[in-house]
């Protein structure tokens, strides 16, 4: 896949690094990183039907009536891989919007990221998320397992 670099400046100990981000401009495409590895995986939000499953399943549940599009849309970047995702290879969720860890201290805080000019590009793997755990759920057992991680991060 091809990727661009970005720098990054950690908030823990002011190092800068570079990691690999989609091309700027990928709109509904997302690069999922590992929590506890370096692995990453690619999104297309566009075509992913476990995306869709998901965001309707939010919009449904009780406590997200009233709610804005815009806060939904957050809820689901927050909730979507946890719950919808297979983990890496290691165990470890995915997750969207996250930052690597810094290769000097290992935080994952980022103070501040900027697009390297003129632009780096590399080719990386990133192979598509996969649905299989979630893919053989029940919808009730879908909607718990929402519910779960809506609680576990404050929302219920």
């Known amino acids: 896949m091809n990727l661009q ?31 506890g590895t370096l692995e990453v995986a690619y999104l297309n ?16 549940n009780p406590r997200m009536h ?8 957050d809820v689901l970047r927050q909730i979507y891989a946890v719950v919808a995702c297979d983990p ?3 165990g470890y969720s995915f997750g969207i919007g996250q930052f690597p860890r810094c ?17 780096i590009f590399i080719d990386l793997p990133a192979d598509p998320v996969t649905h299989t755990c ?11 397992k929402i ?3 809506l609680w576990a991060i404050g929302y219920i």
């Open 5 to 35: 670099l970005i720098k990054l400046t950690c908030a823990s100990c002011l190092g800068v690094f570079e990691a690999p981000d989609l091309l700027s401009g990928a709109y509904g495409e997302f690069l999922l990183r590992s929590e």
């Open 134 to 144: 979630w893919d053989d759920l029940s919808k009730d057992q879908k909607i718990a």
């Open 66 to 73: 009233g709610m804005r599009e815009h806060f939904i849309a």
């Open 103 to 119: 290769p000097f201290c290992s935080a994952g805080n980022v103070a501040h990221w900027e697009e390297i000019d003129p632009p």
């Open 147 to 149: 519910d779960n991680e």
């Open 88 to 90: 890496d290879s290691a």
């Open 45 to 60: 939000a566009l075509e992913d039907a476990a995306y869709g499953e998901v965001y309707d399943l939010i919009k449904q």
